[in-house]
């Protein structure tokens, strides 16, 4: 039997430079290589390689596969990814999905769920 494993989560993007500014900064991981029309950042979790991809054209839908990052304080993360350039959608149950700077989803969320945010009402739908 054959071995496979997911090597790589891979977000398009309109702007390679943007992009990268903005997923190196909430990864907190440097940019390893360059060769348009992708961008891979050095670091990923348990060898998962984290590349961008330039597709110049808008995307028609929504990607259905979406990050999550697992935080200790959702407030302080949340206020993080914005001062980078995110954008809050809407809070689900104990989770906050938001939006990066070309409109791919990722969600945020507590390590414990009943570590809810302080400012959750502040969540528009």
Request: aromatic share 8%.
């Amino acid at each position: 039997m054959h071995r496979s494993r997911l090597s790589s989560a891979i977000i398009d993007c309109n702007d390679l430079q943007e992009a990268s500014r903005f997923w190196s900064g909430a990864l907190g991981v440097e940019v390893a290589s360059e060769d348009p029309p992708y961008v891979f950042l050095r670091g990923g979790a348990g060898g998962l390689q984290v590349g961008l991809q330039l597709v110049p054209e808008p995307k028609a839908a929504k990607s259905p596969v979406h990050l999550d990052f697992e935080t200790d304080d959702l407030d302080a993360e949340v206020a993080r990814l914005e001062a980078l350039g995110a954008r809050r959608q809407r809070f689900v149950e104990h989770w906050g999905i938001m939006e990066d700077p070309h409109g791919n989803e990722f969600c945020v969320v507590p390590r414990r769920p009943e570590e809810m945010p302080s400012d959750a009402a502040d969540w528009t739908a």
